[in-house]
Each structure stands twice: as C-alpha cells, then as structure tokens.
C-alpha cells in the first residue's frame, strides 16, 4: 500500500494532509473505498483462495516386459527445458503412483516413460492424459495395443464401390473429355496414358483394375465429384491390383475423389486441396505428399484399416489426416506442420502408426498448434524420440522412438503392397538412476502489504516469482534450488521476505547459498551458523530484509507498477544444501514452502504476512492481531474471508498501480465459485503490467 511523501510545513497543515492520507490508505467501511469494491465479494467462508490442486497419478507400464522404466510427471504446456514434477519408476509389477500439484485449471498432464540402455541409447515414450476428478491414470503397456491379424490380404473389397464395373466403359488414350456421369475403366492387365489434356466432368468415374499412366506434363482438369477408384486384385479378380502412375506431380482439387485399394505411385508432389478426399485402403508412395485444406472441415486425407503411405516428406496445413486402426503413415525425412493441423486415430484403444525422421512446426506461435489425437503412435527417433513443444497430443495419442513403439508392443500387419512394422525391442537396459531433480513448479506469490487493516487489493505491494526445484538421492533431498525474481515493489515500506520450510528442522540444514551479495542489508535476521532464521523451530530460510535496498534504490519509492516506469527485476538464487539422509522428498512438496514477508520490522518479534492458511513463524508478534483480521487463530484471514497474499500459477500480469485484482482481469469474480477459472489468464491489458 502506498504512503504518499509530504513535505514539511506547518504542523496543522501537515496532520490534515497525513490523517487524509491514512484514510486512502486504509480500507475504511465508512468511506468511499480505494480498493474499488473488492471487499464487497461474498466470499465462502470454506473458499480457500488457491488457484492449485492436488492431483494424484499413477502409471502402469503392461505385461511385456521386465524392465524398471523411469516415469516423469509434467505439468499442461510444460516448455522444452522445464523440468518434471514428479519422478518415479515403474514396472509391470509395480506401477508409479504419485502425487503433483499443478494449477487448478490444468485438464492433463505429460508423461514421459524412459529407459537407458548400457550402449547409451534411450527409449523415449510420450503421451497426455486427462485429469479426470483430480486423478491422472495411464496405461503405457501393450494393451492398448491390439492382437493383430495375420492376414496380408489386401485390404477390404468393398462391393458397393465396383458395382458400375460392368457398364463401363474402357479408357483409351486418345479420349479428351468424359461427360457427366460417364464411367470407365482400365481393364485387368492393361496400361493407359491418360491423355495430357483430358476434361474430366462432373461424377465421372474411372475404375483403374489395370494401370493408370499420368504423364509429368498432365494438365487434365476435373469438376466437382469427379472419382478415380483403384481397384484391389480381390475386386478386380486380377493378379495384380490397379495402380495409379504419376510420372511428375499430381494434384487433386475441386472435391475430386480417390478411393485407392491398389497402389498410387507420385513421382513428384501429390497436392490433396480445395475439398478434395483420398480414401487410401491400399498403398500410396510419393517423393513429397501436401495436404491443404484451407480450414475445411472434410479430411483431404484418410488412411483406412490396413492402409499404408509413404513420403519422403510431407506438409500439412488447415487440415485433417484421419487414420484407422492398423494403418501406417511413413515418412522418410520431415512432417511439416503448418497452421491449423491434426492427425486423428481412432478412439478404441488401437494403434494406428505414424513413422518420421523429424517434425517441425511453422508458426509456433500463433496458438494453433498441431495436434494429434486418440490412439496415433508418432515413431520418431530424432532427438532420442523427445516431441517438439509445439505439438499437442490428446486423448491417447502417444510419440515415442522405435524401442518406445517395441516395447509398448506397436505393430501393423503389412499388405501385398507394403511391408509389416513389428521393431524388436534390443540391447541390454539399465536400471534408473537412484538420483533424480524435478521441479515444484512456477508461482508468483503476490502481497498487500497493510496488514491487519485491508488493502488496496492491487496486489503488487511485493510481487515474488519463484520455482524451486529438488534434488533426491534414494528419496532424501541432498539439496534445493530456489530461483526468485522479484519483479515489484509497489510499496513505500521497508519490506523483508522469507521462505519458512513447514516441514523441516533447522537442524537439517547443511547450508544456504545465494547468487547475490546484497539480499541484507538491515541485519534483521539473526540466523544459525547454516543459514537458517534463529529462535525458530521450523527452517527459515531469509530471502532479503529491504526489497528496495536489495533492488539498488535508495529509500522506499514505488518500483515497478507503473506501465511506463523502467524497473529491471532482481534475479537471485537460494540453494540450500541439506544434511544427507534428514528430509524425505514428501516433507518438500509446495505446499510446505511458506513464503511470506514482513515490514518495517526490526530484530525479534515482528509482524508477517503469509498466504490465507499460512503458519506463522515463531517470532510472529500475536500481539498485533486486530484490525480486520477474522480471528487470532487465524491471523491471516481477514473477516468476509479475504486474504493478505496470493500464490498464482507462471509469472504473474500484475494489476498496475491503482488498478485493484478485480478490476484488472475478466469475471475475476467467477473464481469465487468456479475454483479451476484460470483468471489471471484472463487480464485486461491496460490495466496490468
């Protein structure tokens, strides 16, 4: 809260301006309030002010194989370099079970399955799964795989698609227009080249048993509904099915129809666009495959049961590539995603097979990131298999290198036209690690600074962005690391902050580091040899004892809430070494890291302000108590159950100065009843920083 500075005058003079003062200061239920109405909220007496939950987790790995796998844990949008926030391991007797936290509005979380091998290679496997009533519960076995038939047959020989077979007519080279409605056929064992310049009319139809040649100089136009249906040798009753020869590239467009049960071959680009569908049951090979939909919601692309297609690249964009259940998509070299993409498998459980050298995402900024979903495994061994941040995968869908796709037990069967995928699960593994580092996650903590009288409720008193992350040897922390950004002082107080550690014993600690050398400059805490607050039963750890001193600005000015006012925020790093087998892993959770701050304080017993159901420290001054604090058992819950300090999920859009929460971010007030609405998402651009 802010104290405005008032020159010296007459002493009259002076208390009025100081007493009008107070009166802005202070939340006064007797006045027009400076806080912009915040306290009139009905606020639940049980609401909690937590913007995180508790979700448990646990991960089966199947029946297959004997090896111990390392399972990780991370959060919705986890970055590239972000570190877990669990790890564990698991077996097929043994799953992981697990607890994170994560914020409230998260849907799913990212699970990572891996496993060293002694010639240094690493499986790497995948995938998403939902949070469902706080629960995340995953199988990462081959049951969700299905027992393949070993049938090579070509695939399904579908009557409905032949049935006009006998009336039509046969194709000729020398024939430039098929009129509308017209049909015709290449025979079993024949070979046409479509004429270069043929018009192709509305619902035509050309049924291929034979072979289709299109020279690499075709320029044949065709109209809406037009079809090639390619046939399979069980349709044709041929030796051999029908087949499709582009000698260059080809492109359908204009909503012409393929239903290929032979084999397509495109020596160049195959361009799918405009509304046009390839129905693939058969086999597709392609120097380069583009799939441009132009936002439609009709699938250009979709491999059938048993279907198989190669290209040596392939683009996508605004588009929709559906895949059955033991299909197999390869692509030798990149998948290029665009804007706007999908690839989708079914949803009972069985694979459909994506194989890439790599996959890169244009725009990936632009929030219309790829997404793959339902059963679809990407097999890519391009950076030992880890997925490029960008893309999504949803409700199944799994990425994975060749020993993740042999282990979980992927396959596909083959056909007469394409070879099975069945990778074989080799080298000798080793067993995980017995030392692990994951991350608490990233949260800025957020104060008013008025304590015990109400506030101004803009939050930015003390803005702290923080993340802490463990290092455990046999489930003991040997240390932590706890790096903090202080990235506001919108107060005119002299502000100190600690972390009090709720689980631990002062005694537990080895040490603490810091990266900087002016965090104290007040000598206000006393600590023990290790670093750790005197006089406290619980470890304390200090953080800086004068923020703006600490920031490198004389007195107390406000810093860093306004839009236009340069403030470089205060980087440092606390590392506290802990003594070795002391403090199991479960007694570090984020829910025992207490941060809170104090102000204007001196050695000895002092004021604090901690979140809602925070525990005060030993020194904490109980004779301070009063104002609109609720009650003395509960020291930092005020009455209508408001709270002094937030912690918020990422690094928060603080409001600016004179901005209040409530007015700075959209349907703030659908929090109080909505516990999962990620307001601080929602902010209202002007009025934060």
């Not at 070993?150 to 227009?177: F, H, M, N, P």
């Not at 692990?436 to 903590?445: A, C, F």
């Not at 703030?668 to 307001?679: A, G, N």
């Amino acid at each position: 809260m802010k104290i405005k500075h008032i020159t010296n005058s007459l002493l009259f003079i002076t208390l009025l301006v100081f007493a009008s003062c107070m009166e802005k200061d202070v939340y006064n239920p007797d006045s027009k309030k400076d806080n912009g109405e915040v306290t009139d909220l009905v606020i639940p007496s049980d609401f909690p002010w937590s913007t995180t939950s508790k979700v448990a987790v646990n991960v089966t790995t199947g029946n297959k194989s004997n090896h111990i796998y390392t399972i990780s844990i991370y959060s919705q949008g986890a970055s590239e370099e972000a570190l877990p926030l669990a790890i564990g391991t698991a077996s097929k007797n043994n799953p992981f079970s697990g607890e994170i936290i994560v914020p409230a509005s998260d849907t799913i979380a990212t699970v990572t399955q891996t496993l060293q091998y002694t010639d240094g290679s690493q499986m790497t496997l995948q995938c998403s799964a939902p949070i469902v009533n706080k629960r995340v519960a995953l199988n990462l076995g081959e049951t969700n795989s299905r027992a393949m038939s070993t049938r090579s047959s070509a695939t399904s020989t579908r009557g409905d698609d032949i049935k006009d077979w006998d009336k039509a007519k046969e194709l000729t080279a020398d024939i430039t227009q098929i009129e509308k409605n017209e049909i015709y056929k290449v025979p079993v064992g024949k070979i046409v080249n479509l004429n270069d310049n043929i018009n192709i009319m509305q619902e035509a139809k050309i049924y291929i048993a034979g072979t289709l040649v299109i020279s690499e100089k075709n320029s044949f136009q065709n109209h809406k509904e037009a079809k090639f249906i390619i046939l399979s040798k069980e349709q044709s009753k041929g030796e051999e099915a029908g087949s499709l020869q582009c000698l260059g590239d080809f492109t359908a467009k204009d909503e012409f129809e393929i239903d290929n049960y032979g084999t397509i071959n495109v020596n160049g680009t195959f361009l799918i666009k405009n509304g046009s569908e390839v129905d693939n049951y058969g086999c597709i090979f392609a120097k380069r495959i583009e799939l441009d939909g132009n936002g439609k919601d009709d699938s250009l692309l979709e491999i059938k049961e048993k279907g198989y297609v190669f290209a040596k690249t392939m683009w996508m964009q605004k588009t929709e590539l559906e895949m059955e259940e033991n299909s197999l998509l390869e692509i030798d070299g990149t998948l290029e995603f665009k804007n706007d993409c999908k690839i989708e498998g079914d949803d009972d459980h069985k694979w459909a097979v994506v194989k890439i050298g790599n996959a890169t995402v244009e725009n990936e900024s632009n929030g219309k990131n790829p997404e793959i979903k339902d059963y679809v495994f990407i097999v890519c061994d391009h950076n030992k298999g880890l997925k490029p941040h960008f893309i999504k995968l949803n409700d199944g869908a799994t990425w994975g290198n060749t020993k993740a796709a042999a282990n979980t037990g992927v396959k596909t069967t083959g056909s007469d036209c394409a070879s099975a995928y069945a990778p074989e699960d080799e080298g000798e593994a080793e067993k995980p690690s017995d030392e692990k580092e994951y991350s608490l996650g990233r949260y800025t903590y957020a104060f008013e600074d008025l304590w015990p009288n109400f506030g101004d409720y803009d939050m930015n008193d003390i803005v702290l962005i923080t993340e802490a992350s463990l290092h455990v040897k046999n489930n003991f922390v040997t240390k932590t690391v706890l790096k903090c950004r202080l990235a506001a002082i919108g107060a005119t107080r002299r502000i100190a902050a600690a972390v009090q550690l709720d689980r631990v014993a002062p005694n537990t600690i080895n040490r603490i580091e810091y990266s900087t050398r002016t965090n104290f400059t007040e000598n206000l805490f006393q600590t023990n040899t290790n670093g750790t607050e005197q006089g406290q039963s619980l470890a304390v750890v200090p953080l800086f004892d004068n923020a703006h001193a600490f920031a490198g600005f004389n007195g107390t000015p406000i810093v860093g809430t306004y839009r236009d006012t340069p403030f470089d925020a205060k980087e440092f790093t606390v590392t506290i070494y802990l003594e070795e087998q002391s403090v199991e892993e479960a007694k570090l959770t984020l829910d025992n890291w207490n941060f809170f701050i104090t102000c204007n304080a001196q050695q000895g017993k002092r004021m604090e302000i901690h979140l809602i159901n925070g525990k005060a420290t030993d020194l904490f001054d109980t004779s301070l108590v009063g104002g609109v604090v609720f009650s003395p058992g509960t020291p930092f819950r005020a009455k209508g159950n408001f709270c002094w300090a937030m912690q918020i999920p990422g690094e928060f859009r603080f409001p600016l100065e004179n901005n209040n929460i409530r007015q700075s971010f959209e349907n703030f007030d659908s929090w109080i009843t909505k516990p999962e609405y990620d307001w601080y998402n929602h902010f209202i651009p002007e009025k934060v920083k």
